[in-house]
């Protein structure tokens, strides 16, 4: 039986990573990008199914006694060991030209996750953890990768909020955490909580989101020291949507939120 992680499993992860960037990169801005609706109408792209294809192509050869949960091919969330692939995290931004997009790769076991990487090949940046072993980026600005950590803002009303949109929270709940904060901005999607782990936004939340947009998150968050749950405090592999803080504020945001 192979151990629940290793440390050759976070360099699987930055390796699929490495192989999902070339398949986005090639694909992002081109006019001749094969764009389709699923049946929830939301879109997808030829570069979402075929990054998800190679990624699977890939773990099935690597870790073929490892499940693997993707958001194009599904798969059984199940308790084992399991690989979450998000290929294209911000699928409108990325038909649309706009940059903010990430593919997502967790590996899952039981009810922790493992390992998280987040890959941003557009805006030049990623970010890794694993259990253990801290969590880091690397941008265009970084000759090495630097360690994240989380703010220590203590005050919500000095606190820098990140959001995606204004649709799906609870009543009021948007309104209420945008006045009790010094500054809100819509960064969107990932962005949102890796600024967090970067400590440059101290609360990033979205009120619907899917195991495969928050899995990978996971590490990277907890390793900079912060804290992440569903948006009513409970957990996130079976909440609602993901709340993201610095730790320090996340009560005082889960109250704000709910009324």
Sequence with gaps: MRPVTTPDDLALALELADRSDEITLRHFRQPDLVVESKADQTPVTEADRATEELLRGILGKRRPADAIVGEEFGGDVGTGRRWIIDPIDGTKNYLRGVPVWATLIALADGDSIKVGV???PALGRRWWAARGD?????GPEDAQPRRNTV??????VDASFSFSDGEDWPEGGLTRLMEATWRSRAYGDFWSHMMVA???VDVAAEPVLNIWDVAALVP???EAGGRITAMDGGDLMNGEGGLTTNGVL???VLRTILG
């Design 250 to 252: 996340h009560e005082e």
């Design 134 to 138: 801290g969590s880091w980026t690397r």
């Design 151 to 156: 703010s220590t803002v203590d005050r919500l």
């Design 220 to 222: 990277v968050i907890e």
């Design 198 to 200: 970067e400590g440059v």
């Design 118 to 120: 987040v890959s941003a």
